[in-house]
């Protein structure tokens, strides 16, 4: 039963990544590098050294699993945010967000045509894809400390405005290559109406996700987390369908949620931090699987990947968002560390799986470089992010005890109420 030892090759795979995420929660206590890098690389080794690995991931799969680990991540990012954060930096998060995300995609789509040649098609579209960032894996090399202030908050907020920014750009470029003739003022329609729309579901879809929860709570153990989670996934979908993004549609919802009191709260906050830090994982481990390290090594992809991932970090970035953060009110080193705090993570894996399926020109060149790229990115622009922060006296502060056991990343402290069940439950959402 071949279709049968598949699955259970697929099972196996499975529940060893999960083992290995749970036994890493202390591992980044010592180690200056993030776990999930250190999967992606394992991964890409073992899809070399054993083929049958290798071929057990489609891109298809890969964009499927990188998907539904995306909806748990902002979702757990926007209540780790929370409706409060976001007042105190909204303008700084939506410039970097949305300004920021366009001058890099911008900055380094020049860049990339000027390196490798080729089309401006195939430079655009490996520069969307290489746009976004994930201070998770950023927080998962410091260790007991957090970032404190406003320059935490910046961070974790333009993660989570800068990932759908990405997609929705990232779509609205693919509709104009795929369709002859397609207008570029049409791709600037469809990425406006995706971000109106997802926003719009987003926020209505909390705000009654808040109500269930504090209007019809669920008094057996496990299952409010469970309702949070069909949630979060009923948002993304109404969002899809309505031709919206539903990624920013769950990080709205997540953002309402945060400082939303409710019952079960800090069970509901301390599943889905723990979902999402296994999801990232996963996606991490599905890109290793599917590029074979042996294909980078003979390609030159390796270095030409290593080029670009330092011309993002040192030159792109930098001059992308430093005027965008002139008028904050951060410190000259706060400034300096969020231009280097730019790391890569899951993001970037689903856009070079949108581009490889939609079967462009160069894509498999393009899923190739962006492995190497996010691999660069948090393993040694990663590795000096400790450094950074205290070169640049970035304000830290050291984790509660209870967030150190989630499994792999280190969040934000998060807001939990109590609630005695037969109570009221006050809104101060």
């Given at each position: 039963?071949?279709?049968?030892?598949?699955?259970?090759?697929?099972?196996?795979?499975?529940?060893v990544t999960i083992f290995l995420a749970?036994?890493?929660?202390?591992?980044?206590?010592?180690?200056?590098?993030?776990?999930?890098?250190?999967?992606?690389?394992?991964?890409?080794?073992?899809?070399?050294?054993?083929?049958?690995?290798?071929?057990?991931?489609?891109?298809?799969?890969?964009?499927?699993?990188?998907?539904?680990?995306?909806?748990?991540?902002?979702?757990?990012?926007?209540?780790?945010?929370?409706?409060?954060?976001?007042?105190?930096?909204?303008?700084?998060?939506?410039?970097?967000?949305?300004?920021?995300?366009?001058?890099?995609?911008?900055?380094?789509?020049?860049?990339?045509?000027?390196?490798?040649?080729?089309?401006?098609?195939?430079?655009?579209?490996?520069?969307?894809?290489?746009?976004?960032?994930?201070?998770?894996?950023?927080?998962?090399?410091?260790?007991?400390?957090?970032?404190?202030?406003?320059?935490?908050?910046?961070?974790?907020?333009?993660?989570?405005?800068?990932?759908?920014?990405?997609?929705?750009?990232?779509?609205?470029?693919?509709?104009?290559?795929?369709?002859?003739?397609?207008?570029?003022?049409?791709?600037?329609?469809?990425?406006?109406?995706?971000?109106?729309?997802?926003?719009?579901?987003?926020?209505?879809?909390?705000?009654?996700?808040?109500?269930?929860?504090?209007?019809?709570?669920?008094?057996?153990?496990?299952?409010?987390?469970?309702?949070?989670?069909?949630g979060a996934g009923a948002i993304y979908?109404?969002?899809?369908?309505?031709?919206?993004?539903?990624?920013?549609?769950?990080?709205?919802?997540?953002?309402?949620?945060?400082?939303?009191?409710?019952?079960?709260?800090?069970?509901?906050?301390?599943?889905?931090?723990?979902?999402?830090?296994?999801?990232?994982?996963?996606?991490?481990?599905?890109?290793?699987?599917?590029?074979?390290?042996?294909?980078?090594?003979?390609?030159?992809?390796?270095?030409?990947?290593?080029?670009?991932?330092?011309?993002l970090a040192l030159v792109v970035r930098?001059?992308?968002?430093?005027?965008?953060?002139?008028?904050?009110?951060?410190?000259?080193?706060?400034?300096?560390?969020?231009?280097?705090?730019?790391?890569?993570?899951?993001?970037?894996?689903?856009?070079?799986?949108?581009?490889?399926?939609?079967?462009?020109?160069?894509?498999?060149?393009?899923?190739?470089?962006?492995?190497?790229?996010?691999?660069?990115?948090?393993?040694?622009?990663?590795?000096?992010?400790?450094?950074?922060?205290?070169?640049?006296?970035?304000?830290?502060?050291?984790?509660?005890?209870?967030?150190?056991?989630?499994?792999?990343?280190?969040?934000?402290?998060?807001?939990?109420?109590?609630?005695?069940?037969?109570?009221?439950?006050?809104?101060?959402?």
């Open positions: 039963m071949p279709h049968a030892d598949t699955f259970s090759l697929a099972v196996l795979a499975g529940a749970l036994a890493s929660s202390t591992v980044t206590r010592y180690v200056p590098f993030p776990v999930p890098a250190l999967l992606l690389l394992a991964a890409s080794v073992a899809a070399t050294a054993i083929p049958r690995v290798g071929t057990a991931l489609t891109v298809t799969m890969v964009e499927q699993i990188a998907t539904t680990a995306l909806i748990f991540v902002l979702f757990d990012g926007g209540m780790q945010v929370g409706m409060a954060r976001i007042k105190k930096a909204i303008k700084p998060i939506l410039n970097l967000g949305l300004l920021g995300t366009l001058l890099t995609a911008g900055g380094m789509a020049l860049a990339a045509h000027v390196m490798l040649g080729g089309s401006w098609a195939f430079a655009l579209l490996l520069a969307t894809a290489l746009a976004p960032t994930d201070p998770a894996v950023m927080f998962s090399v410091l260790g007991a400390k957090e970032v404190a202030g406003r320059s935490g908050t910046i961070l974790e907020g333009e993660s989570g405005a800068n990932d759908p920014v990405s997609i929705a750009l990232m779509v609205a470029v693919l509709a104009v290559f795929e369709s002859a003739g397609g207008s570029p003022w049409s791709a600037v329609g469809t990425f406006f109406a995706q971000l109106l729309i997802g926003l719009a579901v987003g926020l209505a879809g909390g705000r009654g996700l808040h109500w269930a929860m504090r209007h019809r709570p669920l008094e057996r153990a496990g299952l409010p987390p469970l309702r949070t989670l069909a979908g109404v969002a899809s369908l309505l031709a919206g993004s539903g990624f920013l549609a769950v990080f709205a919802a997540g953002i309402v949620l945060g400082d939303a009191r409710a019952p079960h709260k800090e069970e509901i906050v301390g599943f889905h931090n723990s979902l999402a830090n296994l999801s990232e994982v996963a996606a991490f481990v599905a890109l290793g699987l599917t590029v074979p390290i042996g294909s980078l090594l003979a390609h030159w992809i390796w270095a030409w990947g290593l080029a670009l991932a330092a011309v930098p001059l992308a968002i430093a005027p965008l953060l002139a008028l904050a009110r951060l410190t000259w080193g706060e400034r300096m560390f969020i231009c280097w705090a730019g790391l890569k993570g899951a993001v970037p894996i689903l856009l070079a799986a949108y581009a490889r399926t939609a079967h462009v020109a160069g894509g498999r060149r393009l899923y190739e470089l962006v492995f190497v790229v996010v691999t660069a990115s948090v393993l040694v622009q990663g590795a000096g992010v400790p450094g950074a922060a205290r070169l640049f006296n970035v304000p830290m502060r050291t984790r509660l005890e209870g967030a150190s056991s989630s499994l792999l990343v280190a969040r934000r402290r998060v807001r939990t109420e109590t609630w005695t069940p037969g109570a009221s439950v006050p809104d101060r959402s």
